[in-house]
């Protein structure tokens, strides 16, 4: 899979896209509260924008209740602090 950064400006949502089978755009945030419903909002965007198939959205904290209800109706994926180190320690760990 390849990997890119959107645009510094002009991202319509995305930080980073991936391209392989299938077009991944990921939004990273890193705060020190919980995510709202924004990021959620601004990925759903972004999915079009690029035609994307997937959307992600990863944070180093956990999502508010109401960006968990929109992201399951819009199928977004949301991967919080608990996800992401279960996928960097099987990332170096393979099964």
Do not use: C
């Amino acid at each position: 899979m390849k990997a890119r950064h959107a645009p510094a400006s002009n991202d319509f949502g995305a930080d980073l896209i991936l391209e392989g089978n299938e077009r991944i755009v990921i939004q990273a945030k890193r705060y020190s509260s919980k995510e709202g419903i924004k990021a959620v909002q601004e990925i759903y965007s972004a999915r079009g924008y690029y035609k994307a198939q997937t959307a992600w959205v990863i944070t180093n904290n956990y999502f508010t209740s109401q960006a968990i209800k929109l992201a399951e109706s819009t199928d977004i994926q949301l991967i919080d602090r608990n996800k992401l180190v279960d996928m960097i320690l099987n990332s170096n760990n393979p099964k």
